[in-house]
């Protein structure tokens, strides 16, 4: 497809277990970004990577937070032993290259409720 | 510092009219200043952008105004549509690039036929 492709567009979990997050992002760009999107409020960073390597984690909230990137196209979003206030929704954007004003083109989106 | 303030949280106005949604930064790094349009179910995607090296820029119906010195940045719709009805982010960045956005709370804008 031409745009950013994340799935599952849904995904209901129990609190406690493991959750996996696909993004595929627009092909030929070479920066992938996470966000994530608590209800009535704007997308807060977590991580991006610049080809395999996560040039910036610092917005990951902590260590049950992890991402991969591993031949520089695909990306995973992984959270581990699930809580309720990661109940979200989880944005991925592609761009270009990460060190201009490439536009970032953003998903739709992985909604996540962790009951 | 690295919150962005946005106001007003919804916005109604007529179709035609013309909103203005408000944005205040404290970060004086930042020099990077989009704006975006989400519409339920979707991503946001990106509207305009000015850098801090003018005050206004003008894209079709939108338009951004910028106040350096008072750290705020304002969108404009003229002419407004009820097509135009979406939430608004403004958002902010540092090192003249796209990489690690802060983004603002959002307004929710309706614009009624």
């Known amino acids: 497809g031409a745009g950013v492709s994340q799935t599952p567009s849904n995904k209901v979990t129990e609190k406690g277990k493991y959750v996996e997050l696909r993004c595929d992002p627009i092909?030929?760009?070479?920066?992938l970004y996470w966000y994530r999107q608590s209800l009535g409020q704007g997308p807060e960073f977590l991580i991006y990577?610049?080809?395999?390597?996560?040039?910036?984690d610092s917005g990951l909230p902590n260590d049950r937070f992890f991402a991969v990137r591993p031949e520089g196209s695909v990306s995973t979003l992984k959270i581990q032993r699930t809580e309720r206030g990661d109940s979200a929704v989880y944005l991925c954007?592609?761009?270009?290259?990460?060190?201009?004003?490439?536009?970032?083109?953003f998903g739709e989106g992985s909604r996540l409720t962790v009951l | 510092q690295q919150q962005v303030k946005q106001s007003p949280q919804s916005l109604i106005v007529q179709k035609g009219g013309i909103p203005i949604i408000n944005c205040a930064y404290e970060?004086?790094?930042?020099?990077?200043f989009p704006w975006y349009q989400q519409f339920p179910g979707k991503g946001p995607a990106l509207l305009i952008a000015?850098?801090?090296?003018?005050s206004e820029k003008k894209e079709g119906r939108f338009t951004i105004s910028f106040n350096k010195s008072a750290k705020q940045f304002s969108l404009h719709i003229m002419d407004s549509q009820p097509g135009d009805s979406a939430t608004y982010f403004c958002?902010?960045?540092?090192?003249?690039?796209?990489?690690?956005?802060?983004f603002g709370s959002g307004t929710q804008l309706t614009v009624l036929p």
């Open positions: 954007a592609s761009s270009l290259s990460a060190g201009s004003t490439g536009e970032l083109f």
């Open positions: 092909s030929g760009h070479t920066a």
């Open positions: 990577f610049q080809g395999t390597g996560a040039a910036d």
């Open positions: 970060n004086t790094a930042f020099d990077y």
């Open positions: 000015i850098r801090p090296d003018v």
């Open positions: 958002a902010a960045s540092s090192g003249g690039s796209a990489r690690q956005l802060t």
